[in-house]
T-cell receptor
Framework: GESVGLHLPTLSVQEGDNSIINCAYS??????FIWYKQESGKGPQFIIDIRSNMDKRQGQRVTVLLNKTVKHLSLQIAATQPGDSAVYFC???????????FGQGTILTVHP | DAGVIQSPRHEVTEMGQEVTLRCKPI?????LFWYRQTMMRGLELLIYFNNNVPIDDSGMPEDRFSAKMPNASFSTLKIQPSEPRDSAVYFCASSLQENIQYFGAGTRLSVL
C-alpha cells in the first residue's frame, strides 16, 4: 500500500533574508520551550530556549518569541545562510517534568 | 567535549533478529532519553531514565522493546524480535536535570 508520511511545512528563502518559523504548541501548562535544528543525517541540535515568564529571548542571529495567549512560538533567523538549511523543531514541556513534546518540524531551505 | 555517543550508526538486520542499540550519555547528566524518528510519526519519545531508573516507558511500542541503564554512563535499547516496521532512526539524548536535551547522532535501523 501507499505510505503516508508527515507533510512538513516548508519555508524557502534567499541567502541574506530573515526567516521566521512558526510553531503552535499544545499544552497551556507548558512553561519551557526549546528550538532544535536537525540537519540531514544528524541528531537534533539545540538552538535556543525560553521560559514562560519571558516573551522574547535573543541569541546569536536567532530570536525566539513566545505568545502564551494564543500558544504560539516563533523562531526568527537573521541574515539566513545556506548552512541554516535544516528541519527546525519546537519542543515544549513543563519544568520538573523532564519530558519534551516535539512539534512536527518545518523544513527551511536557503538558496544562495 | 564528547557529546552523546551512539552505536552503531547504521544497523541492517533481518526480521526476527535481535537488535541492540547503545548509548553513552554526556558525563554528569542525570537524564537519558530514547527517541524514534520516522517519516510517518516524526520524533517520538520511547522511554526516559532519571538517575538510571526508568521513569516513563509509555512510549515503548510493545513488549518486543526493552531498555536498560545499568549505570550512569551506558544504556541499551533492545528489540527482540525485530520487524520491518521497526525501521527508523533511533536517537538517544541526555540532560542535566530538567534542562536542555542533547542528542546523539542516531542509529539508522533497517529491518529487512
Amino acid at each position: 500500500g501507499e505510505s503516508v508520511g508527515l507533510h512538513l511545512p516548508t519555508l524557502s528563502v534567499q541567502e541574506g533574508d530573515n526567516s521566521i518559523i512558526n510553531c503552535a504548541y499544545s499544552n497551556s501548562a507548558s512553561d519551557y520551550f526549546i528550538w532544535y535544528k536537525q540537519e540531514s543525517g544528524k541528531g537534533p541540535q539545540f538552538i535556543i530556549d525560553i521560559r514562560s515568564n519571558m516573551d522574547k529571548r535573543q541569541g546569536q542571529r536567532v530570536t525566539v518569541l513566545l505568545n502564551k495567549t494564543v500558544k504560539h512560538l516563533s523562531l526568527q533567523i537573521a541574515a539566513t545562510q545556506p548552512g541554516d538549511s535544516a528541519v527546525y523543531f519546537c519542543a515544549e514541556t513543563y519544568l520538573r517534568y523532564g519530558k519534551l513534546t516535539f512539534g512536527q518540524g518545518t523544513i527551511l531551505t536557503v538558496h544562495p | 567535549d564528547a557529546g552523546v555517543i551512539q552505536s552503531p550508526r547504521h544497523e541492517v538486520t533481518e526480521m526476527g533478529q535481535e537488535v541492540t542499540l547503545r548509548c553513552k550519555p554526556i558525563s554528569g547528566h542525570d537524564y537519558l532519553f530514547w527517541y524514534r524518528q520516522t517519516m510517518m510519526r516524526g520524533l517520538e519519545l520511547l522511554i526516559y531514565f532519571n538517575n538510571n531508573v526508568p521513569i516513563d516507558d509509555s512510549g515503548m511500542p510493545e513488549d518486543r522493546f526493552s531498555a536498560k541503564m545499568p549505570n550512569a554512563s551506558f544504556s541499551t535499547l533492545k528489540i527482540q524480535p525485530s520487524e520491518p516496521r521497526d525501521s527508523a532512526v533511533y536517537f538517544c539524548a541526555s540532560s542535566l536535570q530538567e534542562n536542555i536535551q542533547y542528542f546523539g547522532a542516531g542509529t539508522r535501523l533497517s529491518v529487512l
